[in-house]
């Protein structure tokens, strides 16, 4: 069944007393820039409006966990990732109301979402006929947040399109059209009420995508994080020993046409799936993470898709 609006379902865009309640108190809200998806809702393709019903489910992630979620356009970046704190719509796009103006010039934190296929002429392609919703100006937007955000050192985390455009921002390229093979990535043909596949990843321990998974035990999702995983999320491998070092198994909800095809110099491959299809990255000189899945997705327990997000705001918060 296709993802209701986030402004219309309870649990993709809870109420204020909810949002304030998951929050620490007494303590600033970090604030979290997202580009906004620009393609609209009524396209045919029904991806587009999956997409768009995600990233409404994002913005109400992070302020749960107690971000301040700041919806960023092109015009909001001539203020230097300024943006306007929850100024936008249910779909993705921007509303017209005011914007915030007295909002900081900078961010403590960006979320690259989910979205259309990223123009292979970015990574020295020509296109191929598999691709969708190929938008010159969300790459262009996209880009231009991410690079500020790692001129600034500022935490980034990819999610989907957002994995896929880091490594191209760093300079790797993607599969165009992934050929179906042993394990599934996506709905094979799509089905508007089985938005995801489901598979298990194999996660790095001492990696950033291990941390944000130890901190949520996955029983129905069927990957749960186990002690010694969860020791080993908060350490470099070389600092932990014997059993403390095993892998995490985590079942994720995929959906996806595209991956990580030549992975960019300046990142490592943290995630796989059983058929080596690349499924998470970072960068191991600062915080910058990304995966090829959707946390978001709301088939997750409501503790399975809060954790990534507040061990991602957390970090956030670190000075």
Same mark, same amino acid.
């Given at each position: 069944?296709?993802?209701?609006?986030? #402004?219309q379902?309870?649990?993709?865009a809870?109420?204020?007393?909810?949002a304030?309640? #998951?929050?620490?108190?007494d303590?600033?809200?970090?604030r979290?820039?997202?580009p906004?998806?620009l393609?609209?809702s009524?396209? !045919?393709d029904?991806?587009?409006a999956? #997409?768009?019903?995600?990233?409404?489910?994002?913005?109400? $992630?992070?302020r749960?966990?107690?971000?301040?979620?700041?919806?960023?356009?092109a015009?909001?970046?001539?203020g230097?990732?300024?943006g306007a704190?929850?100024?936008g719509?249910?779909?993705?796009?921007?509303?017209?109301?005011d914007k915030?103006?007295?909002?900081p010039?900078a961010l403590?934190?960006?979320v690259?979402p989910?979205?259309?296929?990223?123009?292979?002429?970015?990574?020295?392609?020509?296109?191929?006929?598999a691709l969708?919703?190929v938008? #010159?100006?969300?790459?262009?937007?996209?880009i231009?947040?991410?690079?500020?955000?790692l001129?600034?050192?500022?935490?980034?985390?990819?999610?989907?399109?957002g994995?896929q455009? $880091?490594?191209?921002?760093?300079g790797?390229?993607l599969v165009?059209?992934?050929? !179906?093979?042993?394990?599934?990535h996506?709905?094979?043909?799509a089905?508007a009420?089985?938005?995801?596949?489901w598979?298990?990843v194999?996660?790095?321990?001492?990696?950033?995508?291990?941390?944000?998974?130890?901190a949520a035990?996955?029983?129905?999702?069927?990957g749960?994080?186990?002690?010694?995983?969860?020791?080993?999320?908060?350490d470099?491998?070389?600092?932990?020993d014997g059993d403390?070092?095993?892998?995490?198994?985590?079942?994720?909800?995929?959906?996806?046409?595209?991956a990580v095809?030549?992975?960019?110099p300046?990142?490592?491959?943290?995630?796989?799936?059983?058929d080596?299809t690349?499924?998470?990255?970072?960068?191991?000189?600062?915080?910058?993470?990304?995966?090829?899945w959707?946390?978001e997705?709301?088939?997750?327990?409501e503790?399975?898709?809060?954790?990534p997000?507040?061990?991602?705001?957390?970090?956030?918060r670190?000075?």
């Open positions: 069944m296709q993802t209701p609006d986030a #402004a379902n309870p649990d993709a809870p109420d204020a007393d909810a304030q309640s #998951a929050a620490p108190r303590e600033r809200r970090p979290i820039g997202i906004v998806r393609s609209s009524a396209d !045919p029904p991806r587009v999956k #997409a768009n019903n995600l990233f409404g489910c994002i913005v109400s $992630l992070i749960d966990v107690g971000g301040e979620p700041v919806l960023l356009t015009e909001s970046l001539e230097g990732l300024s704190p929850n100024s719509t249910a779909d993705g796009g921007t509303s017209d109301g915030a103006p007295n909002a010039e403590d934190g960006v690259l989910g979205g259309g296929d990223v123009d292979p002429r970015l990574y020295g392609e020509e296109p191929g006929p969708y919703d938008n #010159a100006e969300q790459d262009r937007l996209d231009a947040v991410a690079r500020r955000a001129d600034a050192g500022t935490p980034v985390l990819g999610i989907c399109r994995h455009l $880091l490594n191209v921002l760093y790797g390229t165009q059209d992934m050929t !179906p093979g042993t394990v599934p996506r709905q094979i043909p089905a009420n089985r938005p995801w596949v598979h298990e194999t996660i790095t321990p001492g990696s950033k995508v291990a941390k944000m998974y130890a035990e996955n029983p129905e999702a069927g749960t994080a186990s002690a010694d995983a969860g020791a080993a999320a908060g470099t491998a070389g600092e932990t403390a070092v095993r892998a995490m198994e985590v079942k994720i909800a995929s959906g996806h046409h595209q095809d030549r992975v960019a300046g990142l490592l491959v943290t995630a796989v799936a059983d080596g690349v499924e998470a990255l970072e960068d191991p000189e600062r915080w910058v993470a990304s995966v090829q959707h946390p997705a709301l088939e997750l327990t503790e399975q898709r809060l954790a997000f507040r061990v991602f705001v957390e970090a956030c670190t000075p």
